[in-house]
């Protein structure tokens, strides 16, 4: 007790010298109530999403002023508040999503959105209209369906009529792992999938798209308008990176060119975020104060700086609508927007306080940006970077330094050092823990490349952007092109230094938790005992390496196993060319081999029966053919079955069968001491929500509407032949339940996504 009592009142000190920093922790608190939400198995109805709101009001009835209950109190109102804005947001976007597969389905629908795809073709989203054979009131409101070639002439807002196989968004490629259909959901997208014939306009009158469409259609144009402009002006793959860093549409870039930027840590250059969105409204901001400043009049008499940031909120406004509107693009608006206001308000811009407005506006708006890699990364660097330019700001006013002329050159290259060092410390854990990668050569990329787009590349996508409704973009687009050609040259130098990226394992979430909640506690708080967060980081970083590994892992439907070899890493066999759930596993496992070259391993003796291995020293088979399925039985401890499971099968200790891995998605064994496994599988991990149910009882058939095989003709295994026509494409040679088609509903966030 003579311990506790110190410790007791040192804490209710620093508490109260912090009281002004409270309003700091609201977004975290309200974010706790929503991953709360989220992490549940099962969907709460309306009473039990109410709870947490209400015992925290009863509690704060029946607690006292200054007593500490009531700031637990307050704290359990603000945590249930996130968790009913999560519920309530989930019940405002939900919408029917497919149940099964549809392979030859003809459906239409309004053109919303036109993307190329950065390997071959486009991707197209609809507001979808009809598709045949399914009821209107269980037809999903938007589809996302790449077409395999040209597209056509077709626009935003044209009425479309297409043929394509059609699925439900993609479960989790193993358990724990990234949701497709989760981000799908929130995106109202029910169906994804890929055509099997170009897409035809439909010219006929139809029902009157509403305002919100129509409008979202016309931006689309004016952004398409804009990407096919740079594209004249500046073509090739110089276009294309600056059409994604005016238009954020990225997938005319090489994949070549995106590993550059990603091994070499300048990624998050391609993606319109906080970096792209300062400089373009900062720079809105320092001209028309500039121009204002000019007249004297003006100067003189009136808040030109509050005019100033009242324009440059208009530009991030006006930037965000025309770069594609992504989650990490809305992220940094808002934030800029909050920044102007403080300025419009005559508080500082730079501030913690205002990050945590901006953090809890997203956060109450969406809700599910708690969960995206971006929102993450884009509020930790920004958090540490205010955090350490409030620290720094402290040190300059403590010794009263007053820099000169050249002390300011050397801070403006030491700053961008710095800051890239800040906000490298900030993002890296986020980074490896979500993409299992760390990039040691990022603040070199940085320190280089960081004062060419500063300097020379957004500049001149701000004046492209000014001269484009004079026709006068090539000078412009010509100054942008060399900056974008320096630092492509940056980016492939530092990707091809040695050992420029280390893969590493999935990090164990309570490793991930103990870092986070360490790194909030250093940058949210001033007084010394913000120290103690490094504390929690460190012991974060000693259970990191305390990761537990699948001995084997089997993917839906059997098509894909991987068992772990002598050496410890898995060893594959798949009866499919799709390499993306392998390519998943691999990720998570810290692996950077190719999939290609893990796909058919030695470690699998295979005949055209099936397959055996062994896992962990215990015999395995997976059986292709009925023929092979009585001798399986009797050797194998773990039996795989193409089909449905053997009735007098009960030597094997696990049989893992088809309807039973469509039913539990990929399926995840851990051996425990006593020779048992511990299994796991993506469908107990997501437990019942209503992203997850359409995946529960999967189905495949033909539509209704479909075309049979042309006689004498027998589609290739795995896919529906394409209806006769001179304008048929060829549909993907991987079957469409492991298609990547299926599952590119991805992030909007790179490894390097810091948001700066």
Not at 296 to 316: N, V
């Amino acid at each position: 007790m003579r311990i506790i009592a110190p410790l007791k009142d040192l804490f209710q000190g620093q508490l109260a010298e912090e009281r002004p920093r409270f309003v700091n922790w609201v977004p975290v608190i309200f974010g706790a109530g929503i991953w709360a939400y989220f992490a549940l198995k099962a969907e709460p109805g309306h009473p039990a999403a109410i709870l947490p709101l209400a015992m925290g009001l009863v509690a704060i009835a029946l607690s006292s002023e200054g007593d500490g209950r009531r700031l637990l109190a307050v704290m359990l109102v603000i945590a249930g508040l996130g968790f009913l804005t999560a519920k309530i947001r989930t019940a405002a976007v939900a919408a029917p999503v497919l149940d099964r597969t549809l392979r030859a389905a003809e459906l239409t629908g309004v053109l919303e959105r036109r993307e190329p795809h950065a390997k071959r073709g486009e991707r197209l989203t609809l507001r979808l209209t009809s598709i045949a054979g399914v009821a209107p009131q269980t037809m999903p409101r938007r589809a996302r369906i790449r077409i395999l070639g040209p597209a056509g002439d077709v626009k935003p807002g044209d009425r479309l009529r297409l043929t394509a196989t059609l699925s439900p968004p993609a479960a989790p490629a193993l358990p724990g792992g990234y949701d497709f259909a989760r981000a799908a959901f929130f995106e109202q997208i029910g169906a994804v999938g890929y055509a099997l014939k170009r897409p035809e306009k439909l010219i006929e009158d139809g029902p009157e798209p509403p305002p919100a469409l129509r409008l979202r259609a016309a931006v689309e144009e004016v952004r398409q308008d804009i990407g096919r402009r740079i594209q004249s002006a500046l073509p090739g793959e110089r276009g294309a990176l600056a059409a994604a860093l005016i238009t954020g549409e990225r997938g005319g870039i090489s994949q070549e060119t995106t590993d550059a930027y990603r091994d070499s840590g300048l990624v998050h250059i391609l993606s319109i975020s906080g970096l792209h969105m300062a400089i373009m409204a900062g720079a809105v901001f320092a001209t028309i104060r500039f121009l204002l400043a000019a007249i004297p009049i003006l100067a003189l008499t009136q808040p030109i700086k509050k005019w100033a940031a009242a324009a440059g909120a208009a530009g991030a406004i006006l930037y965000y609508t025309i770069s594609g509107g992504s989650a990490a693009t809305l992220r940094s608006a808002i934030m800029m927007v909050v920044f102007f206001l403080a300025v419009m308000l005559g508080r500082p811009a730079i501030a913690m306080r205002n990050v945590a407005i901006a953090a809890l506006v997203i956060l109450a708006l969406f809700p599910e940006s708690l969960l995206d890699a971006g929102f993450q990364m884009s509020f930790a660097a920004v958090a540490a970077l205010v955090a350490a330019y409030e620290a720094s700001r402290r040190l300059v006013a403590r010794r009263n330094l007053t820099p000169g002329s050249m002390m300011r050159g050397v801070l403006f290259l030491g700053g961008i050092l710095f800051s890239t060092v800040i906000a490298g410390l900030a993002v890296t854990p986020l980074s490896v823990y979500h993409f299992h990668a760390m990039q040691h050569y990022a603040p070199l990329a940085n320190l280089a490349a960081v004062p060419i787009c500063n300097l020379v590349v957004m500049p001149a996508a701000l004046a492209t952007l000014a001269a484009l409704p004079f026709g006068l973009e090539a000078a412009p687009l010509w100054i942008m092109g060399w900056g974008l050609d320096a630092m492509g040259m940056v980016a492939r130098y530092v990707a091809g230094l040695p050992g420029a990226v280390t893969r590493i394992a999935q990090v164990p979430d309570m490793a991930f938790a103990l870092i986070l909640a360490g790194g909030l506690w250093l940058v949210l708080w001033q007084q010394r005992w913000r120290l103690a967060g490094i504390v929690l980081i460190l012991a974060g970083f000693a259970a990191s390496p305390d990761v537990e590994r699948p001995d084997l892992l089997v993917g839906r439907e059997g098509a894909l196993v991987a068992v772990r070899d002598a050496s410890g890493r898995l060893a594959a066999h798949s009866d499919r060319p799709s390499t993306f759930e392998l390519a998943r596993w691999l990720e998570h496992d810290g692996d950077g081999r190719d999939p290609k070259a893990v796909r058919k391993t030695a470690a699998f003796r295979c005949d055209p029966l099936g397959c055996s291995t062994s896992t962990a020293g215990d015999p395995l088979a997976v059986s292709r053919h009925p023929a092979s399925i009585a001798d399986d039985c009797d050797r194998a401890k773990i039996l795989i079955v193409n089909g449905a499971r053997p009735r007098a099968c009960d030597a094997p200790h696990l049989v893992l069968d088809r309807a039973a891995l469509q039913m539990s998605g990929t399926v995840a064994l851990y051996r425990r001491a006593d020779g048992t496994y511990d299994r796991r599988s993506v469908a107990e991990a997501r437990g019942e929500r209503p992203w997850s149910s359409p995946h529960r009882h999967r189905k495949v058939e033909r539509s209704p509407a479909s075309t049979p095989p042309r006689e004498g003709e027998n589609p290739p295994a795995g896919r529906s032949a394409a209806p006769p026509g001179n304008d048929r494409i060829a549909a993907p040679a991987s079957a469409i339940e492991t298609s990547e088609d299926m599952e590119e509903i991805r992030p909007d966030v790179d490894e390097d996504d810091s948001g700066l």
